[in-house]
């Protein structure tokens, strides 16, 4: 399945902000991440449509070093460490013989299996006039692919942003 992630801009509503609205490619709103924003610990939701919770995502640590459990159907399906200050993989998976092959500073990246077949891809684009993400998943894993591009994508600033900030990862200024 295809998706694009736009990022939503408007305001919270108590605790819970938006992050992303899910369209499918022809504009069908499939889903919204939404969640909560704390400097140490946070959750992010996929809801679909009729607002039944479909995954979610439980963060531990800060946005530049933390782990993130992801859930689905009430069972725990990985878990992602990030690692912003590891230049080659600064994301990590663990319960999924999964890894990132690609430039995820960049946010152009395959998520794939032990064997090398492509899980997910996640880039970069625009959509009617609007910068969104991009994420090609198998039908059977788009559930976890939308929280993995949800993790990438909700740091604070594009993850390339951290990488021009930390000390010998930045290229000429």
Not at 38 to 51: F, H, I, Q, R, Y
Not at 84 to 91: F, Q, S
Not at 115 to 128: K, S
């Amino acid at each position: 399945m295809q998706y694009v992630m736009l990022r939503e801009t408007g305001a919270a509503a108590g605790e819970i902000v938006p992050y992303f609205t899910v369209l499918l490619p022809d504009g069908t709103p499939a889903f919204r991440i939404i969640g909560e924003k704390n400097p140490v610990t946070g959750k992010l939701a996929l809801v679909d449509c009729s607002g039944r919770e479909r995954g979610r995502v439980l963060r531990v640590g800060t946005p530049l070093l933390s782990c993130h459990t992801v859930w689905q159907a009430g069972r725990k399906r990985a878990v992602i460490t990030r690692n912003l200050a590891a230049p080659r993989r600064p994301y990590r998976f663990y319960g999924v013989p999964w890894k990132t092959r690609g430039d995820c500073f960049s946010g152009s990246f395959d998520v794939v299996d032990a064997r090398g077949a492509v899980i997910m891809t996640h880039g970069r684009g625009w959509y009617c006039g609007r910068a969104c993400v991009c994420v090609e998943a198998r039908r059977r894993e788009d559930v976890v692919c939308l929280l993995i591009a949800a993790v990438v994508d909700s740091t604070p600033g594009a993850p390339s942003s951290f990488q021009a900030k930390l000390p010998g990862l930045a290229g000429p200024v």
